[in-house]
């Protein structure tokens, strides 16, 4: 019994184990699903965000393909395609979108990088490689880098098996170091992979250990070292950094050591190295895009005389400012005078006008170029075409690359046949240009270009000289003057010259008369080149018809130059009558202030009506309006204030610098053409007086400062400075707007407005400014040097000022000024639209509206009632909360009927009208108000 119950206790023992363990399974596996339920949930949530992200790139991408189809040449459009292309890994549509930007654009050496790398990826399985090869071939003509070059390098040795690889492999490594072999700073890696790949020939060219190597072998082995000996010569010849260590290695690799022709080529080049370190050292510590940099770089190169590294020192420069147009210029005539390589040329004007297509004097240039280096006619007309499509910004532009198009294929006439394939192709290009310029032209800028019509007169001088078809001529001419030239003398004398030299008398004569008629700059001229030609081949009745009609026409001009002079002078009076109503009107005012001060009965009245005064003289003065008084300084009961008064011994804060004047500052006499004045300075600007000193003594040496303080010893915000000498102003102008505690200081000369009533201190300029642009919509926090930054991509700044308020707050808006105008043209077609820190801005040439000045309105009239009623309600007239004070006893009827005493209507309400001027006789005095007020 007792081993039964233990065989049931054990057996209860192993199910309760077992019970155990499979609630531990149970558990494990809830866990388990729970674990992979949660996976699950994770992996749907991060499909889902992918999903959602692919399709947000998706319609991006959309957009942006849609933005090209409208405009393709779009950089920044074309950047960002290229980005999520590639992002989401839309292999087919990324070659597609680098394709189409590679045929509008060079691509940076980025782009080209990662096209490249991409297409060797794509190509590793494919047996052909020629398309990677002729990728590579468009990426080295685009800039000169020598990571391209060295990618291409290595590229090439993968495919060293083929037949002919080796030799294609040297061959490219030759190009590269001709290419980018004398770049200072990143040449020597191509030298060095070049060496690399000729010790790895040589390593497989030597025999085994044990060998007896072959003649055959010997001769293979020499011939390789040499090479390699070849090669670090001509390393060691060229100025490299750090070319020691190179010396070092082909010491050490030499079984002879360095030749002594090797070490006298390394000591010249280490000579030479040392007149270019400070040239990049200054490289390397400037600033992208470092234009100056390397414009002092290209000047130091050509007086040096070597065309090698002055090619060189451009490509580094253009690599860096490729959208610079000037410095593509001075390229491609260095190209076209110097070193005159057809295909180094045609290459460089090629890869400058897609650069800078805007830029008409490039596309000029390269249709020269063309025509110089005998490019066929296809391929020249291929490009002037694409110049129209080019986007100039200016009329006169199309009006330039017509003509130089129009001068090549007029050079390529035979004039000698009545009749030529290439005359009709002339005359159907002038027949052309003139419909583009009035169609195509005219429709976008709202002009021709060509006002004085220089297409048809060229036109119509090949027409008479070359094809003697005076005819065409004629209508020609006929044709220029209708279009508003008939008016200029110029005009006439060309065409009489024309005919004189091609046409007949007749129709010199013919000509002459219309002239004379027509003619509105230059009249006299035009009646003395018809007199003279009569007088050499007119008879005397051609004589008589000339002299009455030049006489006649003489008398005309005349009889219009009387009245305009007349008209001139009616409008010299009626501003100097204005300017005469307008000084009439402030000694009226001075004498209206005076009667109201000698009618006051209480001396407060009368102190507070000269501090009123002396603050509306100070703010004339600060306004430039107004008489300026002698005195400087103002005495009341209170103590003594003004420009040259002392101050209180007790006043602190800003009224401590008056603290600095005497008596003798009293009696000095003040000198406008040694002074400036200042103002738009903080009224809590603390020593004013010592702080204008430190900006204003540098520029010469300082009279005295003298600060404007109010009646109450605070500043006023404005000063004057007087220099011992005038030579001083100038420096002092140059100060304007200068930052003062972060609110923009005026300086402005210090003129006495009543002897120069029309002097302006700030003149603004109202024409078209080329080399200037207009920028709207600035955050307000940018500052000046992040746009010079920006703006200095585009080309050379000179000057950046910022739009403020008087406070010195950004308004948002900013003028930029370039060196050229090409470069402020470029800056409009690339920054226009973009952003700048969220905000889109908006760019333009500056063209400042006309502003109209006080001279232009005439001065509004006032009546005595008027100007009366100002001095005893203020400024703004009666308010309509201003209280009555007049006494009770003072409304009654003084006069029977409603009359006036003392000068002051009969009131009829609480609050009478103002006294009238013209019914007054003598002004209430203190007795007068006083019996009033007693009287019951």
Known sequence: ???????????????????????????????????????????????????????????????????????????????????????????????????????????????????????????????????????????????ICPDIWLEYTQYSIGGMASPGGIDRVRSIFERAVTAVGLHMTKGQIVWEAFR????????????????????????????????????????????LLDMEATYAEYDEWSDSGVAETVARLYKKALQQLEKYKPLEETLLAAEPPRLAEYQTYIDFEQKEGDPARIQITFERTLAENCLVPDMWAKYTTYLDRQLKIKELVLSSHERAVRNCPWTMGLWKSYLVALERHGADHHTVSDVFEKALTAGFIQATDYVEIWQAYLDYLRRRVDFSRESSKELEELRGAFSRSLDYMKQDVEERFGESGDSSCIIMQIWARIEALHCKNMQKARELWDTIMTKGNAKFANMWLEYYNLERSYGDAAHCRKALHRAVQCTADYPEHVCEVLLTFERVEGSLEDWDTAVLKTESRINRVNQQRVKAAEKEAVLAQQDEDRTEQRRKARTDKKAAQKNLQKGAGAGEKRKAEDRWSHNSAASKRQRGDGDQPTEEHMETETGVFGRSAPAKSGQQGAAAPSQRGSSEDKAEQRNDECSVFISNLAYTLPEPEDQLRRLFEACGPLQNIRPVFSNKGSFKGYCYVQFESAASIPAALRLDRTQVEGRPMFVSPCVDKNRNPNFKVFKYN???????????????????????????????????????????????????????????????????????????????????????TTTDRPAPSRTSADLLSRQLYGARGRGRTQLSLLPRSLHRHTLPGGGAANGTAAATSAAPPPPTPATETRPLSNSDFSRMLLKK
């Open 766 to 852: 109202t024409a078209l400014e080329k080399q200037k642009i207009f920028i709207s919509g600035l955050p307000f926090s940018c500052t000046k040097e992040q746009l010079e930054q920006l703006c200095g991509s585009h080309g050379t700044v000179t000057d950046v000022r910022l739009v403020t308020y008087r406070s010195g707050k950004p308004k948002g808006l900013a003028y930029v000024e370039f060196s050229s105008e090409a470069e402020a043209s470029q800056a409009v077609l690339k920054m226009d639209g973009t952003e700048v820190e969220g905000n889109k801005i908006s760019v333009a040439i500056s063209n400042p509206p006309r502003r109209t």
């Open 196 to 239: 690399e790949f000729e010790n790895a020939i040589l390593s497989t060219l030597q025999p085994s250990l044990g060998k007896i190597p072959s003649h055959d072998q010997q001769e293979l082995v020499s011939a390789q070292l040499d090479r390699i000996h070849t090669l670090f010569r001509r390393q060691l010849a060229v100025p």
């Open 1 to 143: 019994m007792a081993a039964a119950s233990n065989a049931e206790h054990t057996q209860l023992q192993d199910m309760e184990e077992e019970g155990a363990e499979m609630e531990e399974r149970e558990m494990e596996e809830d866990e388990e699903q729970e674990e992979d339920g949660m996976a699950e949930e994770e992996e749907e949530e991060e499909e889902e965000d992918s999903s959602e992200d692919e399709k947000e790139n998706e319609a991006e991408i959309q957009r942006l393909e849609e933005q090209l189809s409208i405009n393709a040449f779009d950089y920044n459009c074309h950047v960002d395609l290229i980005k999520l292309l590639k992002q989401e890994g839309e292999l087919l549509r990324l070659r597609k979108a680098r394709q189409k930007m590679s045929e509008l654009f060079p691509l940076t050496e980025e782009i080209w990088l990662d096209w490249l790398k991409d297409e060797i990826r794509l190509t590793e399985e494919e047996p052909n490689r020629e398309k990677v090869y002729e990728l590579f071939e468009r990426a080295v003509k685009d800039y």
